[in-house]
């Protein structure tokens, strides 16, 4: 099994940035994709951002947000620059043991954290 704990959610304004952590424990020698996911109220989650083995970005936040690994910590991050308010959800954060399958499908993915809410102001 392995745990995902989600933190650096907020209250931030239009155009300002946010970095999330993702910090990984127990089996983390069996994954090989991190990925994060945010669902937006009365929204259905979707994908925002997957490491492993290549790096891979939803279009809307291509150019603004950037995924990065530090598997010496267990741990990925998002951070999120230029923020919109059309950003604001709850952001998951995702480890897949395989990555054979989509990076943006949530059925590739095998454990999930909490999530940790994102709000941003206009």
């Known amino acids: 099994q392995v745990q995902l704990v989600e933190s650096g959610g907020g209250l931030v304004q239009g155009g300002g940035s946010l970095r999330l952590s993702c910090a990984a424990s127990g089996r983390t020698n069996n994954i090989n994709r991190m990925g994060w996911f945010r669902q937006a109220p009365g929204k259905e989650r979707e994908f925002v951002a997957a490491s492993g083995p290549s790096t891979y970005y939803t279009d809307s936040v291509t150019g603004r947000f950037t995924i990065s690994r530090d598997n010496a910590k267990n741990m990925v991050y998002l951070q999120m620059t230029r923020l919109k308010p059309e950003d604001t959800a709850v952001y998951y954060c995702?480890?897949?043991?395989?990555?054979?399958?989509?990076?943006?499908?949530?059925?590739?993915?095998?454990?999930w954290g909490q999530g940790t809410q994102v709000t941003v102001s206009s």
């Open positions: 995702a480890a897949a043991r395989y990555t054979v399958y989509r990076y943006d499908s949530l059925t590739s993915y095998d454990y």
